[in-house]
């Protein structure tokens, strides 16, 4: 299983706009990708295509998550949402 740590950019964190541009994002790849604060034991991870389970991640600027992915092609889908994840969506 691909991991990738990311920290989340926005100034007011993961909330609608951000969460909702990487919800799309994570649903328009081929693989299902979880998304957990870092730190949090894996079973925990949540569906990184549920803008629901983004809002209730509760990450907050600065807060690092940990991105999984299982399959072909892992480390580049991660790598990808993790840049989005790691851009000022409010500048």
């Known amino acids: 299983m691909a991991e990738r740590i990311a920290t989340i950019a926005s100034r007011v964190g993961l909330h609608a706009r951000p969460a909702a541009i ?5 649903g328009n790849e081929d ?10 034991p894996v079973e925990d991870a949540l569906d990184a295509a549920s803008i629901l389970s983004l809002m209730g991640l509760g990450a907050s600027h600065g807060t690092k998550v940990v991105l999984r992915a299982e399959g072909e092609g892992a480390e580049s889908v991660l790598e990808t949402l993790a840049a989005i994840l790691e851009t000022d969506h409010d500048a």
């Open 31 to 40: 693989l299902e990708v979880t998304i957990a604060r870092e730190g949090e």
């Open 22 to 26: 990487f919800a799309e994002a994570a």
